[in-house]
């Protein structure tokens, strides 16, 4: 066994919190196991039918085309059949007969809409191809299920697929990925009358042998049978650089590799006693020196990439949010090499407040990423959500609901986390067009040119033209924790950049690039709007409103708590100055009022997470939840 796996030998117990922290040890939720596996492994067995003739493939779009609906998910179409209440107030709840949990009349609405797209689009001529069935997130097992039902002389030809397929979970864990692969197979092999043999081509290997029985026994429990000895494996899937996979799994890698791979990598840190030299061999990922800003989670994707069969195979993984947004260099490499890799990525992105993905136990902002590796289309194909929010009532709806939106852009800066195709189109139009607002703010400010930006954004974008009162525990006056100050040419460019900053646009930009919480320096500099976009008379307007929204702003301190104090101004308070701003910005070349009024609605629907019950402006947990307003020195 290769050195670094040598060094781990004082093998660390998962019963002991401290190390089950350490090597990010946790279950996954069933809702997020079931979502990937059944978008990797359907889709995977639908492409392998097609070896078997384009007519299968007629048969499914036929299936779609005659009864859509069907092959909606039933909480996408939730309230359908009734209709809509004449004059509803878009931001007050809807009526659960109607609506899905906590959702607004708005969002009922832009459900509805989309489902009619939907219906449209599948009940059309054309028809989707598989890899669209993916990114509609259609119902697939249904689809599946029906077509071995209904289309003549499928059933074999799905049953050799079945029987075919390799599921590999690469750090198992206790099996929650491939117990997930057998719900969705189980009843797949029912329909075409297949004994349910997919047992002997489920893998797993971890690191930890109690985690390899319980994934055992869990498998075994769940299928009514054993589980080949050689299936699950233990091992060092991401540290072990010696033949380790041709060793454990010959015939799966002289096939080439895995049809498809699931998983929860670990989110932690390399092992300091890692071999650098075998890494760097290993992963272009690695540093080359230990970095605590490295994750176990980027040589897990690599590792993936490379067990998977070439031209077809699918991924489906829960990667740590700083996949798609980190600008350390083992995440930006990462990008770069993901952007070598054809095919189809599906990124969806989950905030861990008010909920996350995995409970209060695990607070950990998360990517899914969905691959489908193609050798027919030549090049990538990226689709995203925006970075989500929900409330534990809205869970049972998050998956059905999710919406991808098609990006065409060069990942390596970051993957953008847009909650619409109109969004992302007019992102990629800003992006493309010019410079940034980062050429228009210098480093020495005129006298009152200053614009100050808070060090972390939760539910609104923290821009001042004057620093915020800020006070310690004992309600001594302190300078405001990592505060940047933004240098422009003058008060009435300071105004104007102000207004930018502080308007819809400002607050979605931070949500599309950062991290869920910092506010980095760059994010200001690269946000996509230069000052010379703008015409003039917008400009002059925009300086002004900026100017009557700093007053305003006056009356609104809050103070916070977030490990010590932190003044703030809330700038939610002054609603109809940020509406007179947005009013004006969707006049701007390249914006739009559809699209400001877009980006409006997923602003309200983000930031007022923690609101939907009244409560507090943050979420409770992330730190910024106002306490009560200044005390008097
Ligand atoms: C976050 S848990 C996920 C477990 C399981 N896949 C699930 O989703 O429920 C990560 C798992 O990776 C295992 N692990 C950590 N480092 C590993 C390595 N180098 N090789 C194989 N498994 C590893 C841990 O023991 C742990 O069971």
Redesign the pocket.
Known sequence: MATAVRALSRVPR?DRRPDRER??????PRDV?AYLAGSAIIPALLEAVRVGGAAFDDGFRDLLRRDPGRYLRPELKHGMARPLPPGLDPEAPADPAVGLPLETWGETAARRGRCAELLERLGGAGGPGIRDLVMDNLDLQRLAEDGLAWIPGLAPVFRRALEGLTVL?????????LAAAADVLEPLCAACGAEPRFKNHLYG????ED?VARCRRRLEQRLGGPVPDGNLRV?????DSGPFWSSAFPAVMAAGGFDVIL??????RIPREASRPLLRADYRSARPRWSADES?ATLAVERCLRLLKPGTGRLGL?LPLAVACSTEPAFATLRRVIATEPGLWLWSHFDRTPNALFGRGVRARCSLVLYARSAEVPGHQWATTGLLRWRARARGHLFATLRYARLDLDISAGIPKVASQLQADVLQRLLAAGPPLGMDLGTAAAAGATVYVGGSACNWFPAWRELPETFDRRGRTVAPARVTRFACADAETADLVFALLCSSLGYWWWAVASDGFNLKQWLVRQFPLALGAIPQPARRELAGLGRSLALELRNHAVHKDNRGRIGNFRLPACAAEILAIDRCLASVPGLSPAFMADIRASNAAFSSAGNRTGGPDCPPGCGHAPRRRAPSP
Request: glycine share 14%; proline share 9%; hydrophobic share 45%.
């Open positions: 998962l090597l990010g040890a946790y279950d996954t196991a979970d690469p750090t198992c864990g206790s099996g929650a990925f290997v971890d690191l930890h985690a091992g060092d899937a991401l540290l998983g929860n990598p670990p989110f932690a176990l829960v």
